[in-house]
């Protein structure tokens, strides 16, 4: 493959889809988190708890026992976020998972069942059928070179759909896409809708396009983003999805990660591709994920990862580009049971990845 060109500061290559660079050569990233430093947290606290008392008014004044709803895959950002809601705002949450649907290691799946119950939150987990997410996986491959397309449009559009059917319009996610540049989106008070669910979930990639043989558009339905129906307008229903690093920040996954394991005995766990014992816990098949990123763009999860830190100062530029030679590009061993689990061949794997190249 062709040397990447880097950010000058970080080590995020010009193949990550939305990328900028200025005239120095810095990506939007890292200057998105020069701002962070001006940011008057205390201020985004009260701004926050201010939404966050209107929408428990909101509850009790409805009758209703949900004040927020939260999507919830028992990473380290949900689990965070769940336990800051809970035990440091007073919410009460409706937890949501939609699940990939892959076999969870013990220790994931503790923490996708058990941290909930320990918050003493209601929790509904949502898993397709085997035949339609294996189908979805092989099809998004073609379609994008990214098989996790049912995943990304399921955790984005259930939740909306929850919301509306339950009546609960406040939801609060994680860290904030917008600090990355995720496809472009570089929005300092980044909120989701249904433009930001095509943008940074659905990739530009609609249900209908990624429709497997043999199944219809209604067989997508979880994975889209809901629509108003006749006893609905957008005036009697306004969602309200806040990302929580925008307000409860500077966000520190580190620190978060510190406490989710002291109060709530959160689990790491060794995942392939990367450094930290942290990251992507979650999801038994994110190094086959990388793999094919790595194909197809030319880095993983490691420069990713790297450039958090290398902006946290926690290393050097030099320490992380030894980071990405020493992690990035390994062909993992999850591989083979993914393509044992989804049906696939290793050659249309790899077929996939390779159709449309950015290195």
Request: aromatic share 10%; glycine share 8%.
């Given at each position: ?13 010009a ?11 810095v990506?939007?990233a890292?200057?998105?988190?020069e ?20 929408y ?192 409860d ?87 083979k ?23």
């Amino acid at each position: 493959m062709n040397e990447l060109r880097r950010c000058t500061r970080c080590v995020m290559p010009a193949t990550w889809p939305g990328i900028t660079f200025d005239l120095e050569g810095v990506c939007g990233a890292c200057r998105q988190a020069e701002k962070k430093v001006d940011i008057d947290w205390g201020k985004r606290q009260r701004e926050l708890e201010s939404i966050l008392t209107k929408y428990s008014l909101r509850a009790i004044d409805r009758g209703t026992k949900y004040s927020c709803l939260l999507g919830y895959s028992g990473g380290k950002d949900s689990v965070y976020s769940l336990w800051a809601m809970v035990k440091k705002y007073n919410m009460v949450p409706l937890v949501v998972t939609f699940d990939h649907g892959f076999r969870l290691s013990e220790d994931a799946e503790y923490n996708l069942m058990e941290i909930p119950k320990k918050l003493d939150c209601d929790h509904i987990r949502f898993t397709l059928g085997n035949g339609l997410r294996n189908a979805l996986c092989k099809k998004a491959s073609e379609v994008m070179q990214d098989w996790c397309w049912h995943c990304h449009n399921g955790v984005g559009a259930l939740p909306a759909r929850i919301s509306m059917q339950w009546d609960v319009p406040l939801q609060v996610w994680g860290e904030s896409p917008s600090d990355y540049e995720t496809h472009g989106i570089n929005q300092e008070m980044e909120e989701q809708n249904e433009e930001h669910f095509k943008k940074v979930f659905q990739a530009g990639v609609t249900a209908e396009q990624v429709v497997p043989e043999g199944y219809i558009i209604d067989d997508l339905l979880p994975m889209t983003w809901p629509t108003y129906g006749d006893d609905w307008t957008p005036e009697q229903f306004l969602l309200k999805a806040i990302y929580l690093g925008n307000y409860d920040g500077p966000w520190d996954q580190r620190e978060h990660v510190r406490i989710i394991t002291e109060e709530l005995g959160w689990r790491q766990a060794d995942v392939e591709g990367t450094y930290v014992r942290f990251d992507k816990v979650d999801c038994p098949y994110e190094p086959v994920r990388d793999w094919m990123k790595f194909l197809k763009l030319g880095f993983g999860r490691t420069t990713f990862q790297a450039s958090k830190d290398v902006r946290a100062g926690l290393i050097t530029r030099r320490q992380a580009l030894k980071l990405v030679e020493r992690y990035d590009g390994r062909k993992p061993k999850a591989l083979k049971d993914f393509l044992e689990e989804t049906g696939m061949t290793e050659d249309e794997f790899e077929k996939a990845a390779r159709q449309h190249r950015a290195v």
